[in-house]
Structure formats: C-alpha cells, structure tokens
C-alpha cells in the first residue's frame, strides 16, 4: 500500500508487515513516522481478511525510539505531522486487533519502540537485539503504554526495574526474563518468523481469531465471568464444519483444507 513515507505497509495471504522505513536514521522515530504508523494499524484493524500482522524495522534495526537529533534539533515537523492523542492509540491497536500482532525485533528496541513491541502478542527477536526502555536517559517518563504492558509482561517489580534503571540488555536476557516468545539467529531470523507465521495461518481462522477475543476478555473480567463466556465460544467452534474438519485432520495426519464455515 502506498501513501506513506516513513512506512510500508504490505498485505499477502492473510498477512500484513508493518516495517519502519528510516534506515538512513536506523528507523529512528519522528512525529511521521508515528501518525503514519497509527494510520497503517486503523486500516489494519478493520481489515477483517488479516490473520496476522508483523511489525519490524527495515534493515538490521528495529528502532531505537525517538530520533534523539531530530528532537535535540527542535522536532520541526510539517502541520499535518502534529500529533493528537489519536497517534498514541498505537499500542491499543496492536494489542486489541482482531489479527495476531506479531513483533520481529530485528535489532535495537528501545523507548517507544518497546512499547509497540510489548503491545504485541508475540516478540521475537534476532540474537544481536538490543532492548532498552530508556525513557528517563532522555528526560521523559515515556509514552505508548510500556507502564501497562510490562507488568502484565513480567511483573510489577520487574517493570518497575527496567523503567526506572534503564540499562541495555541483550536478547538472551529478554528471553530469560519471557519479554520475548523466541530468539533467532541473525541469518535465519527472517525464515523463523515466516515459520512461525506459517503456523498461526494453518490453524483454523475462527479458532485463531477465538483465541484472541479470548485473550483479551480474560483482562477484562473474573475467572468466573471469562469461563462462561469462553465455554460459550467453545461450544459455538464445536458447529462449525472446520472444526470437525481440524479433527479430521489431525486423525489422518494430514493439513485441514479449512473453508471458513
């Protein structure tokens, strides 16, 4: 899709990449870079074909956060790049979006960055990544809801350490700590991601995206209220033809030929 300068945003099969697209800037943000990116998700959340979407960076970097220059420099942006508090809905639309949202950390991950990335049901990450909250290094308590989104990651007291001590730290370590689902090797890290990709679009779409609803509704209620609401799903998986067709499948050993009824 075209329209963006800071972006591209491509759909296949069922599957949209969101790439930040500054690789002379090492995909450093600007205001553009997150209106546009806002935009891409608003379209991207009403796109009821996707299964899934994957956000990374161009190159061999993801983001470091904000483009530390361009702000020192005075953030001089064009009108129509001021941002409104509709910009900062980012990690909302990553996290509540009807696809899986899938982040592939192909390198530094810092500030803003990190809270796009959090958003995300998944993370994987290249082994050379780097992770950083980095907020407070720059005079800021930070934006795009890292404060939300670390606890329920890691913890209260674990979030608490990585904003208010902001060191780096390395993908091993996000992986220790469960920041990230997978680390890969830099060389394979694009044919990982697409295997895992390749996994979520052969399972059955309403299963897949019952799964995420699901997710979801569990942040929103109690134990009691979720299970009701989750059997009630179950039981409406059980009439449809690709669910006995998933059955089936897995009976013969052989992939389902899902129809989406």
């Not at 920041?179 to 895992?196: I, N, Q, W």
Request: glycine letters at 8%.
């Amino acid at each position: 899709m075209t329209g963006w300068d800071e972006i591209r945003y491509e759909v296949a099969d069922g599957v949209a990449t969101l790439t930040m697209h500054r690789p002379e800037r090492r995909n450093a943000m600007t205001n553009r870079m997150v209106r546009e990116t806002a935009e891409a998700l608003a379209v991207a959340a009403a796109d009821t074909s996707l299964r899934v979407l994957v956000l990374t960076g161009a190159g061999n970097t993801f983001c470091p956060g904000a483009d530390l220059a361009w702000v020192a420099g005075g953030g001089e942006t064009a009108p129509e790049d001021r941002l409104n508090p509709d910009h900062f809905r980012i990690p909302q639309l990553l996290h509540e979006m009807p696809a899986v949202t899938i982040a592939a950390v192909n390198g530094a991950c810092a500030g803003a960055a990190m809270g796009w990335a959090c958003a995300c049901d998944l993370r994987f990450a290249t082994r050379s990544a780097r992770f950083n909250t980095a907020f407070l290094d720059v005079g800021v308590a930070g934006d795009m809801a890292l404060p939300w989104s670390l606890p329920h990651l890691l913890g209260a007291a674990k979030a608490r350490e990585l904003m208010f001590l902001p060191d780096k730290f390395d993908a091993d370590e996000a992986r220790r700590i469960g920041l990230v689902a997978r680390v890969f090797g830099d060389d394979t890290f694009a044919a990982d991601v697409s295997a895992a990709i390749d996994r979520l679009t052969a399972a059955s779409p309403a299963a897949l995206s019952t799964l995420k609803r699901n997710f979801l509704d569990a942040e929103q209620h109690g134990v009691g209220d979720f299970a009701v609401v989750e059997a009630e799903r179950h039981l409406a998986l059980f009439r449809l033809d690709d669910t006995r067709e998933a059955f089936a499948a897995k009976v013969e050993k052989r992939r389902p030929n899902f129809t989406g009824r």
